[in-house]
């Protein structure tokens, strides 16, 4: 990532709409301001109503010089009380692509701006102090978050949840590791009793803290990424109408030739403030052609990895299910009998049905993919699978794979610790578990790992 200088973005969604923000950060940011203006700076963190001008309009004797390129406000935040630590300008204008394409022109003709980087100015926020790494990569999470759920997720650790744990547990590492090092340094010196002994207790402790950090059975990361739901079942069975009907869209295609289906095809779901992404699949049978069996190894393959797994079973034929399908029905499975508008509604096929499979009463839930009928009922059910597979999440959740492997990586080295130890080796242990908890939020030793973490951001963050 280029680094220094004075940049500009957009910090507002691309496309048309009625305002739109461009945020200009760095030691010209000011100079770029007054020159857009032609006045002088406004009060700090106050909104001014004013004109804006392309800075050399008038120098160069335009047909123009003295039409704005736009009428809007704009705001002044001098360094180091802003977003970045740095000077920081931002424009408010009219979000028509004319307005931005015009305001931009004005931007790129000042010698020394150049267009910000994706992450960029969050990066300078971490960089001059404005927040450590946890929270970086929260604001990141709260940009993408689209269901309340995750949103929660990623305020919890936008306010520094995850930064007070991993901190405290990095000064408990430190303050243990200057009792072994005092030991090792005034070994002449008369030093309290038992004062090495009394380093493992706490190193025991702590080691249970994080183990027990780790054992959440990834609930934080299921959360930010979404879960996945697979839907399966023989042919014609209605599995992609009720895709469809799910997405409210004709998302795949349906017909009433078997294994018309032959690919994965995947819809993003708000299933009460979870996200779920839920994939039709190929229609499970034998002696299908290369193409339609290469569809149902994807199924297989996709219903071996997802978190939970609609099956869906032909009410036509009730109480006889597809055997295939049947045997695919574990604890993560949500069974629907669909199409039940087909039936004859004396044999009240809409009440909710149970079936004995592996030896155990499942209840199977009667819907019709194309009138909606049970559907209410079905997805209810399939929402407290989705929160039972979630679980409860605390108030700092693990949410990264990278804050899971330096947590893993200070464990290891804490466990390495021992009473018969050399005392050396223990406090050298102890040095390691404490810079790798300062890597997770940036206190040291990150420069490896920033412009990975930066470049998921959007331009203009």
């Not at 010209?28 to 301001?33: I, S």
């Not at 100015?121 to 102090?129: C, M, Q, S, V, W």
Request: hydrophobic share 45%; aromatic share 4%; proline share 5%.
């Amino acid at each position: 990532m280029t680094t220094g200088g004075t940049i500009y973005a957009l910090a507002s969604a691309p496309g048309a709409a009625g305002v739109a923000v461009i945020r200009v950060s760095g030691p010209a940011a000011g100079k770029v301001l007054e020159a857009l203006t032609r006045a002088p700076l406004p009060a700090p963190r106050r909104a001014v109503h004013t004109r804006m001008f392309a800075p050399d309009s008038a120098e160069k004797g335009g047909k123009d010089p003295d039409l704005p390129i736009d009428d809007g406000l704009v705001l002044w935040f001098p360094g180091p009380g802003s977003f970045t630590g740095e000077d920081v300008a931002e424009l408010h204008i009219h979000g028509g692509r004319a307005c931005l394409e015009a305001v931009f022109a004005a931007l790129a003709a000042v010698p020394g701006l150049r267009p910000a980087e994706p992450g960029e100015f969050t990066r300078r926020a971490f960089e001059n102090a404005k927040m450590d790494l946890t929270r970086a990569e929260a604001l990141a999470d709260l940009v993408a978050a689209e269901t309340e759920a995750q949103r929660r997720q990623a305020m919890g650790q936008f306010l520094g949840g995850l930064a007070e744990l991993y901190d405290r547990w990095r000064a408990q590492v430190i303050a243990v590791s200057g009792e072994l090092e005092a030991a090792i340094d005034f070994s002449d010196e008369e030093l309290p009793e038992g004062l090495v002994a009394g380093v493992f207790p706490k190193i025991a402790g702590l080691r249970a803290e994080i183990a027990g950090h780790l054992a959440d059975d990834r609930r934080g990361e299921r959360l930010r990424e979404g879960l996945s739901a697979v839907i399966l079942g023989a042919p014609n069975v209605g599995k992609s109408s009720l895709l469809n009907k799910l997405a409210g869209r004709e998302a795949a295609i349906v017909a009433e030739t078997a294994g018309t289906t032959r690919d994965v095809i995947e819809v993003h779901l708000d299933l009460g403030g979870l996200p779920v992404s839920v994939a039709d699949t190929a229609g499970l049978r034998e002696g299908a052609e290369a193409v339609e069996r290469e569809g149902i190894r994807r199924a297989r393959a996709r219903a071996a990895t997802a978190d939970l797994k609609i099956l869906v079973f032909d009410a036509a034929t009730w109480p006889d299910l597809d055997a295939g399908t049947a045997a695919l029905v574990d604890g993560a499975s949500l069974l629907v009998l669909n199409k039940v508008d087909l039936r004859d509604p004396r044999k009240d096929a809409s009440q909710m049905l149970y079936v004995g499979i592996k030896g155990e009463q499942r209840p199977i839930y009667s819907v019709s993919a194309k009138t909606g009928s049970g559907l209410t009922e079905a997805l209810g059910a399939l929402e407290e699978m989705a929160r039972a597979r979630i679980g409860p999440v605390g108030s700092a959740p693990l949410t990264r794979a990278r804050h899971r492997a330096a947590l893993a990586e200070a464990l290891e080295a804490l466990e390495r610790t021992a009473p018969d130890k050399a005392i050396e080796l223990n406090a050298e242990d102890l040095r390691l578990a404490a810079r790798v908890l300062g890597r997770i939020t940036g206190r040291i030793d990150v420069e490896d790992v920033l412009d990975h973490i930066f470049r998921e951001f959007c331009i203009g963050k």
